[in-house]
DNA sequence: ATGAAAGCGCTAACAT
DNA sequence: ATGTTAGCGCTTTCAT
């Protein structure tokens, strides 16, 4: 039988105190009597006391609460940057909610009410890939609750308790294919996502700028869109290696994709690195894994968590007289060298 | 500037109804006229009025909020029944709240008293490895609240609202090890974990059945305890190749650990898996890029996050009168086998 | 150093 | 069909 839980008011009458000096004993706070304490703690033991957070953040209004909106907790990303933020949430004392929107809106918009209902102090979202509405996000802004958008962003949506956490692609690809381009490879290929996400189009963009800064040529035939999977990956990997002059490296934007190409690649007898070099993006668990080990642009997704709650938490704690919104913060890529790419 | 929140009374006093009413015409309650739940509705949409969750969830006694409790949110497994779980509880109208406790014992206890603070009305945990000590179960038995636990289970700690969902891993391994002997393996080795853990008791009771069933002795120099990591695999197999008579086959109790055995053995020239053939558990995604291929067993993990809420409603509506509490659900592995254990 | 009293926002039993 | 009242458990101001 549930013994109802022992409450404030219980530990007052079985000492004989009042409610607000047993509150008082219990934070801890000064002008109570060591001795009174002392006896509040004990009995409070006893009884399993346990705070109901619920009346106190009601009471307070401060709900201790962060509220996490990912389109889903699969893969290898969002997992890790959801590790990031409860990680970092814990040490700063607060409670975490987290939502799915499955990649879609309408779910994404119920979600945000349910945070808002359940007087989160701060949101973190990364949108739904089929967001192209923020209507919801305008009554976050409205009440005034810190806002982190990180990964994937709303344009144009400002607010002094806006701000983002993003991920330089650009600056990850480029450093990528200049490092391939070093080893000695002309003719460097890429798969890529697809455009109407930024990540793609950035990273799309850093291929094609290193290229040019070096003055290679940029051959569109090498461009390949290509499902982000070791299938896809694998296809496409095929498809280059019919033209009449195959690549000597292939920068992909995804790990996945990356592993499906070496694959075929060295079924058709091409030596990796020294006939065809490969780099990833990600770096995920089994790059390490490969044969060889295949290099890697680290994204640092539990550092996107945690920076993005320090960012809430700059945001809750600055009040209303800060000028302007937290700059939006853009997280430096690694190239990781491994094996894969190693000509020298 | 924080325009505060409009609250129930506030409708009220605009539209010269009690709050009760409000609160009524909002929950779509039968008596009240339908001319009034319009105006309500009309007043609460421009107002943007936001029901407080933490008071109704107060006054109710009941927070619809669902505590889950694991290791920690990276890897596979995790990330993939905390999706699971989000998921279920999002159909079943609940909130969660993820909390990690970082495969260690004071910080499981910590956010124990964290989830009973935040009044949720069942827990999902999932055991550190570390954890021996379980009072701080206790707490949660008395209270009565709802306790399931997932994969890593506590034994002989009953209660009439605590369950369990396991993964049959007795039967997993046994599967594996049988496949390993009808490959014609004669000398297969076991990496183990803490057998304080059921899951690595399970598996190992499962490899010594089958070789037992199969009339090959059980030589316990090729049980080692490894930890679960490629280094611990790479080390737990440097151990094995130095026994004068080297096994010929290593079920591993997970698949970081055998893919580390399995690149020690490769730089010691065996070939996998004519020399020595390898099995892992957990099916993680990588086991599809090594090399050769790790075979390994399936866990279906997201169908266990889903079974474990779906127990924990049950038991939510069961009432005090149910008898005795649910029976542990036990999910069913599945053997893959790939080519690092396919010798014919 | 302690107590009395009020109230956070909501709901539900009990009126009318 | 609507209102009155009380209270969930806690914190906090204002006494004393």
């Known amino acids: ?94 409670n975490v909610m987290i939502c799915q929107s499955n990649e879609d809106t309408r779910q994404e918009q119920k979600n945000i009410d349910l945070l808002m209902n359940s007087q989160v102090e701060g949101i973190l979202v990364s949108l739904a890939n089929s967001t192209h509405d923020f209507s919801h996000f305008e009554a976050v802004r409205q009440q005034n609750i810190p806002l982190v958008f990180f990964d994937r962003e709303v344009e144009d949506f400002q607010g002094s308790n806006v701000s983002s956490v993003l991920f330089d692609d650009y600056h990850g690809a480029y450093q990528a294919v200049t490092h391939l381009i070093e080893q000695g490879c002309v003719r460097i290929a890429h798969f890529r996502g697809p455009l109407h996400l930024n990540i793609h189009k950035n990273r799309l963009q850093g291929y094609r700028d290193a290229l040019t800064d070096h003055h290679l040529p940029i051959d569109e035939a090498l461009i390949v869109l290509c499902e982000m999977t070791p299938k896809g990956g694998g296809q496409a990997m095929r498809q280059l290696l019919k033209l009449s002059r195959r690549p000597d490296a292939v920068f992909s934007a995804n790990d996945l994709a990356a592993v499906g190409a070496m694959q075929v690649a060295k079924a ?31 994204q640092r997704c539990d550092q996107m968590g945690k920076t993005a709650v320090q960012l809430l938490q700059k945001m809750l704690k600055g009040g209303p007289n800060r000028v302007g919104p937290p700059k939006p913060i853009v997280l430096k890529p690694k190239l990781l060298v491994r094996e894969s790419s190693q000509r020298k």
């Open 268 to 298: 058709h007898r091409l030596r990796v690195p020294t006939d065809i070099a490969f780099i990833g993006f990600s770096n995920e668990l089994f790059t390490t894994f490969t044969e060889p080990m295949l290099s890697s642009v680290d």
């Open 1 to 94: 039988m549930a013994n109802r839980r022992a409450s404030i008011t219980d530990l007052a009458k079985a000492l004989g105190l009042s409610p607000s000096t047993i509150s008082r004993a219990l934070s801890n706070h000064d002008d109570v009597s060591e001795a009174t304490k002392v006896r509040v703690r004990q009995l409070a033991d006893e009884l399993h006391y346990q705070p109901n957070q619920l009346a106190a953040a009601l009471r307070r209004g401060r709900s201790n609460t962060l509220g996490v909106l990912v389109p889903h907790i699969t893969g290898h990303f969002f997992p890790q940057v959801v590790h990031g933020i409860a990680t970092e949430a814990a040490k700063q004392g607060f």
